[in-house]
């Protein structure tokens, strides 16, 4: 049994269109983007062309022609920040798409095959791609968490050596300055000497707590203000509200929410310029909604550098707790990051 390259083009063309049509009316990022759309269309093939060939027919191009860009959507997708949210919604919508067309196609070719059948292989290839994918997903989730690691210890020694370990020389020097110096001298060195290791006492504490700056027992409100009144931040306006009946909350998923505030308001802080800074908590209904925004300089979102980890570790834990993350942001127009914390079911 076989089938011919033009049969298995059209049938690619058939059901890619109507995945495409039903990604499109549920605003899919899949097809938001044309090498993300090419990766489906490519995805699609293979699929398709793998459960010809679980049904003994043989297909041309060969299989392996075609492998590693079937199999490597989970790692495509992730490195694009698309949640697998959106292959399950493909999927389901390439069963529907598919079954038809490769039941014409195998009744064309004169060899037909039950519907039982068809649904079997076709199910069959579905989760194998979705197991793969699963796969190379957490695979460069677990990347991102060690680059994140990494460079928040790096970030850790940054400030151990600038904040506290230049101090501590500077202070010491001052002490063997003053072992030299006649005694008037002396006293007013050993005195500026003092205040450079109190100086790195008191960074050395700030760093300590900056380390185990979680919520605890306060409210999420309460730690977001206790953080900003902690940051010494003077030339910038806060906006800091709450509305709605707060609800609670995991301890894990509130310490992230925490940590997702925090990283967005240090990015204000640290890269925006803003004239003012806001956080906004929603508790509705259903979910909590958080907003941080500024009204800085903005960037573009597309133009993130690779080693933003801030940013991708904002995205990291909200998919962690099982959130919505999505981030506004132009050139000049300030930045907005909204989190969407769905409550747990009781």
């Keep these: 049994m076989k089938i011919e390259t033009a049969v298995l083009d059209d049938v690619v063309d058939g059901v890619f ?17 044309e090498e993300v759309e090419e990766g489906l269309r490519d995805q699609v093939r293979f699929l398709l062309g793998s459960a010809f060939a679980e049904l003994g027919f043989v297909v041309e191009p060969r299989l392996d022609e075609v492998d590693d860009r079937g199999l490597d ?5 992730a490195t694009q920040h698309i949640h697998p949210a959106e292959s399950l919604l493909a999927a389901r919508l390439l069963f529907s798409a598919s079954l038809p067309g490769l039941q014409r196609a195998t009744k064309d070719a004169g060899d037909p095959v039950s519907e039982d059948a068809l649904a079997i292989a076709l199910s069959d290839q579905i989760f194998r791609l979705l197991t793969s994918a699963a796969l190379s997903y957490v695979d460069v989730l677990l990347d991102r968490i060690t680059a994140v690691q990494r460079e928040e210890r790096a970030s850790i020694a940054r ?5 506290v370990a230049h101090t501590l020389a500077s202070g010491l020097m001052k002490l063997d300055l003053a072992d030299t110096q ?17 100086q790195a006492l008191g960074e050395a504490q700030t760093i300590a707590m900056e380390l185990r700056q979680i919520t ?8 977001v203000q206790l953080y900003l009144d ?14 709605g009946e707060p609800q609670p909350l995991a301890d894990a998923t509130r310490d992230q929410v925490f940590l997702i505030i925090r990283e967005a308001l240090r990015n204000s802080f640290s890269h925006g310029m803003p004239a003012t800074v806001g956080v906004r908590l929603q508790w509705g209904g259903q ?10 300089s903005g960037f573009s979102p597309l133009r993130i550098r690779p080693g933003a980890m801030g940013l991708v570790g904002m995205r990291e834990r909200a998919e962690l707790i099982g959130a919505t993350y999505s981030l506004e942001s132009a050139p000049g127009t300030g930045t907005r990051v909204i989190v969407e914390v769905p409550y747990a079911d009781e």
């Design 17 to 33: 269109a109507q995945v495409r049509e039903g990604l499109i009316a549920a605003q899919s990022p899949l097809v938001e983007d």
């Design 216 to 223: 605890g027992s306060r409210s999420l409100i309460d730690s």
């Design 159 to 163: 400030d151990l050596h600038d904040r």
């Design 73 to 77: 959507v989970g790692l495509i997708r």
């Design 230 to 243: 902690e940051a010494g931040v003077h030339d910038v306006a806060l906006d800091v509200s709450e509305a």
């Design 287 to 296: 979910e909590l909604r958080v907003e941080v925004w500024d009204d800085g």
């Design 182 to 198: 006649l005694t008037r001298e002396r006293d007013r060195t050993r005195t500026e000497a003092r205040g450079l290791l109190d």
